[in-house]
């Protein structure tokens, strides 16, 4: 028995000796994997990984990240990240290499930089902040990129939170920027988010979102002033019983131009009771079919039986979504502009069928009611998405509408297979 406390703090040495080298392989392991992940050819951005020098209580990682502009160049920011081993934790800190910073050590107070500080515990739970200091520049700076600008962006702080069951918060009050491009002038006043999600599924999320702008204005040279004042985006959803239901909020309170006001603009949309398992299929399986379109480019055959089979997962899908009810909404949408306004609401909604009809073919239409109001000016075509726009050309052709007064005027009904516009009335073929 006397030796049992020797053999009791042997093991805590042990351990305490053991646990910084046990939780760096962890560490590495863990950000190898994630760059693996991210290094996928097909990504809009993506991470690539140069190199890892593991210590026993600390390690470097350098790296870089990627990501291709609308021209299709792509763009190369290298970072460095330290990591920190613990006993149950591991402390992170990204930073840009020295050779970047010396480059635009013009813009920040001297001493400072931007860093990224990430501390992991054991459980999971992480605490992250971001910290960018203030910009300041003219167009005498010698950063090539911005050569011919001037502008000031005052300092970020971003905090974000990650608990074990992965659920994340990240919160932010940013004082904004002014930037003056030469051909344009750029203001952003007074941002804040507040941000409290978690997972549901692989393409969904559950929680709420915040992000408020007190002004935004975009100023041409050529051209009146764009003010946009009181921008909000919001986003909720929950589940009950496996069932989702949703509502994004983006508003404008005021947009005014050339002296006028055009008044708050806005797009409500919500979904009622749709199942949250057969919708992250819809959602994955849409994602995977337009990278699938952006990859094939010319084409060949055995790209174009994979484009088919990608569209058939998403029918499939859609059809057991439909299957399963449920309903989506546009509440409003409300855009004015010089030009003209768009306005309108309307639903889908589908009954919920019996079980043993889920995994069924059951058509799209069949089931589905719907009902919808649509007001366009005709300056305002442009603004609708392209298949909205060929819709009305041919029920414009057909003599089906026509514009009054400057304006199209659309009355949607869609029920027991019929569908009615205005006052002419349709037999809708069961598509799938």
Same mark, same amino acid.
């Given at each position: ?143 090539? !990129?911005? %050569? @011919?600008? =001037? ?5 970020? #702080? *971003? ?7 992965? &659920? ?125 379109? !952006?990859? %094939? @480019?010319? =084409? ?5 039986? #994979? *484009? ?7 029918? &499939? ?116």
């Amino acid at each position: 028995m006397r030796w049992l406390p020797l053999i009791a703090l042997a093991l805590l040495v042990g351990i305490a000796v053991g646990a910084p080298y046990g939780v760096g392989a962890l560490t590495e392991s863990g950000f190898r994997s994630m760059v693996r992940d991210l290094e996928g050819e097909g990504r809009d951005w993506r991470l690539t990984g140069l190199d890892y020098e593991r210590g026993y209580l600390n390690a470097v990682a350098r790296y870089e990240l990627r990501w291709r502009m609308d021209n299709g160049e792509e763009q190369v920011l290298p970072l460095v990240t330290r990591f920190s081993h613990g006993l149950t934790d591991v402390r992170a800190m990204t930073r840009l290499p020295d050779e970047t910073l010396e480059s635009i050590a013009s813009l920040m107070p001297e001493g400072m930089e931007p860093r990224l500080r990430v501390e992991v515990g054991i459980g999971g739970s992480a605490d992250l902040r971001l910290r960018i200091p203030g910009l300041d520049w003219g167009p005498d700076t010698t950063v090539p !990129a911005l %050569a @011919g600008s =001037g502008g000031k962006v005052a300092p970020v #702080d *971003l905090h974000g939170e990650w608990s074990p069951g992965n &659920e994340h918060r990240l919160t932010m009050e940013w004082p904004g920027l002014s930037m003056d491009l030469g051909d344009a002038r750029i203001e952003v006043s007074s941002v804040t988010l507040d941000h409290r999600l978690s997972p549901l599924g692989e393409r969904l999320w559950q929680g709420q979102s915040q992000l408020d702008v007190a002004s935004l204005t975009v100023d041409p040279v050529l051209d009146d002033p764009i003010i946009a004042d009181k921008v909000r985006f919001r986003f909720h959803s929950g589940t009950q019983k496996g069932y989702l239901d949703a509502n994004l909020e983006a508003v404008i309170s005021e947009l005014r131009n050339a002296g006028r006001s055009f008044g708050r603009q806005a797009l409500l949309l919500k979904a009622e009771r749709l199942h949250a398992g057969t919708l992250d299929n819809v959602v994955d399986s849409f994602m995977a079919l337009r990278a699938a379109e !952006a990859a %094939a @480019g010319g =084409g060949n055959a055995e790209r174009g039986q #994979d *484009l088919m089979d990608r569209y058939e997962r998403l029918s &499939e899908n859609l059809q057991t979504l439909s299957a399963r009810g449920g309903r989506l909404s546009l509440e409003e949408v409300l855009l004015t502009l010089p030009d003209g306004t768009v306005e309108g609401e309307g639903f889908i909604e589908y009954p919920r069928l019996p079980a043993s009809e889920w995994d069924q073919p059951v058509s799209l239409i069949r089931h589905a009611s719907a009902e919808g109001v649509l007001n366009v000016d005709r300056g305002m075509v442009w603004a609708l998405p392209r298949v909205a726009r060929r819709v009305l050309a041919r029920l414009e052709r057909e003599n089906v509408v026509t514009p009054r007064d400057g304006r199209y005027h659309l009355d949607l009904r869609l029920e027991s297979m019929q569908l009615r516009v205005n006052d002419d009335r349709f037999e809708v073929p069961p598509l799938l």
